[in-house]
């Protein structure tokens, strides 16, 4: 059970949007529409951004958008802030009935 | 308010046992999975297992199958992360989290973390 592979970082200025792809194999991410994403900021525990490839929890800006296509799962970062600077992890189900995570993204907001 | 709260900081040496826990209050303790995330310093995220008080089932991610033992007391609402012969390689900080969509729903609770020095 490999980790999904995330690229080590991404950026952009203000404004912007910047999208993060999460890519696993057909035995995780491409098998079930179970991805979650999490921020974390420097000292502090994850925070649940989106779960079930595309749901928000309530309390997280629409600005954090999820999608997915065959072995890829995708953050979209609309109009980033300076706040949305931190790490950010995908985790998907497997068909072993584990979950993994990504290998974690740093954002930089420029 | 859901909340889990982790036992404190440890240090121990090469060889040593360990048990640290996590108390939820808050919320049905049987009806959510709890997992554990190790993070080692620098690094990123690791999902160890999960348990599911209400039954004690049990899955390990096969990086750390036989290498932990996660366990759950009902009657204290407290899941446990043990370790039976430490390594310096266990050096780490340690999260429970709460799953309350289901299995497939997301993290939504964590803990405050546990941080684990194994040192001699």
């Known amino acids: 059970q490999s980790a999904l592979t995330q690229p080590a970082s991404v950026s952009g200025s203000p404004g912007q949007s910047i999208t993060i792809s999460c890519t696993g194999t057909?035995?995780?991410?491409?098998?079930?529409?179970?991805v979650s994403w999490y921020q974390q900021d420097p000292g502090k525990a994850p925070k649940l951004m989106i779960y079930?490839?595309?749901n928000r929890p309530s309390g997280v800006s629409n600005r954090f958008s999820g999608s997915k296509s065959g072995n890829t799962a995708s953050l979209t970062i609309s109009g980033l802030q300076a706040e949305d600077e931190a790490d950010y992890y995908c985790?998907?189900?497997?068909?072993?009935?584990?979950?993994?995570f990504g290998t974690g993204t740093k954002v930089t907001v420029l | 308010e859901v909340q889990l709260v982790q036992s404190a900081a440890e240090v121990k040496k090469p060889g040593e046992s360990l048990k640290i826990s996590c108390k939820g209050s808050?919320?049905?303790?049987?009806?959510?999975?709890i997992g554990w995330v190790r993070q080692m310093p620098g690094k990123g995220l690791e999902w160890m297992g999960i348990?599911?008080?209400?039954?004690?089932?049990?899955r390990y991610s096969p990086s750390f199958q036989g290498q932990v033992t996660i366990s759950a007391d009902k009657s204290m609402s407290t899941a446990y992360l043990q370790w039976s012969s430490l390594k310096a390689s266990d050096t780490a900080l340690y999260y429970c989290?709460?799953?309350?969509?289901?299995?497939?729903?997301?993290?939504?609770?964590w803990g405050q973390g546990t941080l684990v020095t194994v040192s001699s």
């Open positions: 989290a709460g799953l309350f969509r289901g299995l497939f729903g997301g993290f939504d609770s």
């Open positions: 808050g919320y049905r303790f049987t009806s959510y999975w």
């Open positions: 348990i599911y008080p209400g039954d004690s089932d049990t």
């Open positions: 057909s035995s995780d991410v491409g098998a079930y529409n179970y």
């Open positions: 079930e490839v595309s």
């Open positions: 985790n998907s189900y497997t068909n072993t009935s584990t979950l993994v």
